[in-house]
């Protein structure tokens, strides 16, 4: 009797081993780009695992980072081509100047003021954006390491920007770089560790993080912050008809886990910073930060009223008040 028990019971186990993961109840794919060493990259990978954790495994995401480029990120998930994605607000700056609102110079300074201003309203904004232009939900914000200049020679007055050919990766910022005399030079992202190599462009404004990893520091030895639009977002959104046939109890539990990791990404934003920054100097990248007296030189309307200028324009022709938009950041920081 004690044989056929325990042969009874392996006979379960190995039936119980064998048998198939239950399925999940919503399967799902999010596409995304590869950003090694960027708050968005760690963040967006964790997007899965919490979300099978909230569910209880009823909802299952696959990330994809090679199915679409970034230009596409938003118009993918817009179309139905892909169920959810990781976007990134310069792509649409250009289209859509609400998108480049923190790349305003002088207007939004750092990710406290972001967050704060995220909170205010710029966060509804921004989620009326996604539903109504781009037929999607959007789940989590985020915002990149904090955007910095990486140059082969200092740049740390207003003088040194005359002439030189930098990358960017927005509108405004390209704006202010011609107000300011240098050359905004477009160079594809896999292109530029070559380009700065070869003298093809003398810089490129990007997130620390980012540069980091891409191992601009080796290259270019010179790192400022000169705080000209230094956030700038991402988002997770899930296309609206997808998400409207999830079930309502799944709704909320995704939407829970993944505000609580959009709360996580934005309190520990400057840990990260640090971390990264300690990386870049051991690179041997000497790291400057511009002192109040030189951004007052930088702020001024000589270099910024080309930037809003342009910023205004592009709003009004969509039929927006971008003044007032500008006015109601200003009111909510107290500036």
């Not at 539903?131 to 040194?160: H, M, R, Y």
């Not at 988002?235 to 995704?254: G, T």
Request: contains cysteine; aromatic residues 8%.
């Amino acid at each position: 009797m004690k044989m056929l028990s325990a042969l009874f019971a392996g006979v379960l186990m190995c039936l119980s081993a064998s048998a198939p993961a239950k399925a999940a109840e919503v399967d799902l794919t999010m596409v995304m780009i590869p950003g090694p060493g960027s708050i968005y990259q760690e963040t967006v990978l964790k997007v899965p695992d919490v979300v099978s954790k909230a569910t209880n495994g009823r909802v299952m995401i696959t990330i994809n980072n090679s199915l679409v480029k970034g230009t596409q990120l938003a118009p993918s998930v817009r179309d139905g081509r892909a169920q959810m994605s990781a976007v990134l607000h310069p792509y649409l700056s250009s289209g859509d100047p609400r998108m480049g609102l923190p790349h305003l110079p002088g207007l939004i300074e750092n990710i406290e003021e972001y967050k704060f201003v995220w909170d205010a309203f710029y966060g509804k904004m921004l989620a009326d954006i996604w539903l109504e232009k781009w037929n999607s939900v959007v789940l989590a914000e985020g915002a990149f390491c904090t955007q910095n200049l990486w140059s082969t020679s200092p740049i740390q007055s207003i003088e040194d920007f005359k002439g030189k050919k930098i990358r960017v990766n927005n509108t405004e910022s390209a704006h202010l770089l011609n107000a300011l005399g240098a050359k905004p030079t477009p160079i594809a992202w896999g292109e530029i560790p070559s380009a700065l190599q070869r003298g093809l462009i003398d810089g490129i404004m990007s997130a620390s993080c980012a540069g980091h990893q891409h191992g601009f520091g080796k290259i270019t030895k010179h790192l400022q912050n000169w705080k000209t639009g230094p956030i700038v977002g991402w988002a997770v959104l899930i296309n609206k008809d997808v998400w409207a046939k999830i079930p309502a109890d799944l709704q909320a539990q995704m939407k829970q886990a993944l505000w609580d990791l959009q709360e996580e990404a934005f309190h520990t934003y400057y840990a990260y910073q640090a971390s990264v920054e300690k990386k870049i100097e051991a690179d041997g990248a000497k790291f400057w930060v511009a002192p109040d007296s030189k951004l007052n030189e930088l702020f001024v309307p000589k270099y910024t009223d080309a930037v809003y200028k342009a910023w205004y324009d592009r709003a009004e022709k969509l039929g927006i008040d971008g003044k007032a938009i500008v006015q109601r950041v200003r009111t909510t920081l107290g500036k």
